[in-house]
Each structure stands twice: as structure tokens, then as C-alpha cells.
């Protein structure tokens, strides 16, 4: 039974993941948030940072969707637990934000 409860841990991280880099992507790299970006930028510099890097935000992204859904990759000690599997969403959304900015570079856009 354990071993089904691990299973669905691990699709839920890589569905979170590929929502992470799908929001992450959005954000930080679409014309349609361009101008959010901008204005972020010119009321304070940090955010605006924040929000062109897909990287960075998707970090944040990882965060939420962590508080709202819960899931547990390593079952320790459960803050140290939460960090490590938001970590790896974050990681796993990054290098699906870093394919679809490769695809957009191939296509021209």
C-alpha cells in the first residue's frame, strides 16, 4: 500500500513541475506579461527581476502550489520535507522552462 501512496507523491510532483514551468514560463518570457514586467521592474527592481526569470519565479511558483497541494517526496522531518520536494518541483519546472525557451528560440519567436 506504501508504495502506491510514493507513486502518487511522485506524479503529483511531476504534474506540479510541468505547472511550474508552465506559469514560470508565462510570466517571465510571453509578450503578454511583458508589460507586468516592466512595471514590476520600475516600482522596485527586485521584483521585477523576480518576474523576468523563470528560474527565480519558478521557485515561488513551486512554493504555492506546494502549500496548496502538499505533497511529500521524504518523509522526515516535515518542514525540511516540504523544502526539499517545492526544490525539486522548482528543478524539474526549470529545465521544462529551459525546453520550451530552446523551442521558442528554434521556431523564431
Known amino acids: 500500500m506504501q508504495t502506491v ?3 502518487i507523491t511522485v506524479n503529483e510532483v ?3 513541475s510541468f505547472v511550474t514551468g508552465s506559469i514560470a ?4 518570457e510571453t509578450k503578454l506579461f511583458r508589460p ?3 512595471w514590476a521592474e520600475e516600482k522596485n527592481g527586485f521584483i521585477g527581476k523576480l518576474l523576468s526569470c523563470g528560474y527565480c519565479f519558478g521557485h515561488w511558483v513551486a512554493f504555492a502550489l506546494l502549500a ?6 521524504f518523509h522526515a522531518w516535515l ?3 516540504y523544502l526539499l520536494t517545492a526544490i525539486v518541483i522548482a528543478w524539474l519546472g526549470a529545465l521544462q522552462w529551459i525546453l520550451m ?7 523564431g519567436k
Open 5 to 7: 501512496g510514493c507513486l
Open 14 to 16: 511531476i504534474l506540479l
Open 68 to 73: 496548496i497541494y502538499r505533497p511529500r517526496l
Open 25 to 28: 514560463f508565462t510570466v517571465a
Open 79 to 81: 518542514p525540511l520535507d
Open 101 to 107: 525557451c530552446w523551442l521558442m528560440a528554434k521556431a
Open 36 to 38: 507586468i514586467r516592466k
